[in-house]
């Protein structure tokens, strides 16, 4: 996946925590989709969502039905 210099950005939530991502909302861009990436790793793989897939992730992470790894 690529784009043209996607403004990436980290949930205020974050803090100085290390298990953070970031996201890049790229839905007008060729690729139209949310890219999330791990903030450690800014030149490692992307993962693109649809929108939906993207809210029913979040709804996950919100609702604490996603296990920790």
């Given amino acids: 996946m690529t784009a043209e210099s996607p403004r990436w950005f980290k949930s205020s939530y974050s803090s100085a925590?290390?298990?953070c991502v970031e996201v890049a909302d790229l839905r007008r861009s060729p690729f139209p989709?949310?890219?999330v990436r791990d903030s450690k790793a800014p030149t490692g793989?992307?993962?693109g969502?649809?929108?939906d897939a993207?809210?029913?992730f979040l709804a996950g992470v919100k609702g604490g039905?996603?296990?920790v790894v």
């Fill in 54 to 56: 993207f809210s029913s």
């Fill in 33 to 35: 989709v949310i890219a």
């Fill in 65 to 67: 039905r996603l296990g």
């Fill in 45 to 47: 793989p992307v993962l």
């Fill in 49 to 51: 969502l649809r929108a």
């Fill in 17 to 19: 925590g290390e298990q």
